[in-house]
């Protein structure tokens, strides 16, 4: 299904300095959903900044890395009210540790990393471990190759 014109997805591609300055716009009804790989251009991406540009209805939800927001302004918005909630399946440091101030808000979800687990997990990496052997016989390209470079 289409997304609402006032929703704005992030992939890595985009320059991560739009979401980094991204300017305050009153009024404007915008969701923003940010799934990016943690790279040195992601580190820290949601910050102070952003947090306090976030609307007090709005809930912040962190399922790709735990480096690309930053835990301390994540509590302060949390703990200011300047943000309804919080979800987040990762951490930096992660696990989190047991003292953290973020295990206090009742208004805060933190789950183990788990995300992106289901009950297909174990089919799907043995189907692309067999599709990458058979291509590699075949002498194709491989799927799901990392780029060192890039670091994702």
Known sequence: ??????????????????????????????????????????????????FDLMKKDSFFIAVSRGAIYDLPSLVKALDSRKIAGAGVDVTDPEPLPEGNALWKFDNAIVTPHIAGRSDKDNARMNDTVKANIKRFVEGKPLINVVDKAAGY
């Not at 006032?6 to 991560?16: I, K, N, R």
Request: aromatic share 6%; with cysteine.
């Open 1 to 50: 299904r289409a997304l609402p014109e006032s929703t704005y997805a992030f992939s890595h591609q985009l320059h991560c300095d739009l979401i980094k300055s991204a300017p305050a716009h009153p009024g404007h009804n915008t969701n923003s959903n940010i799934w990016p790989a943690h790279t040195q251009m992601t580190h820290r991406m949601m910050g102070p900044k952003q």
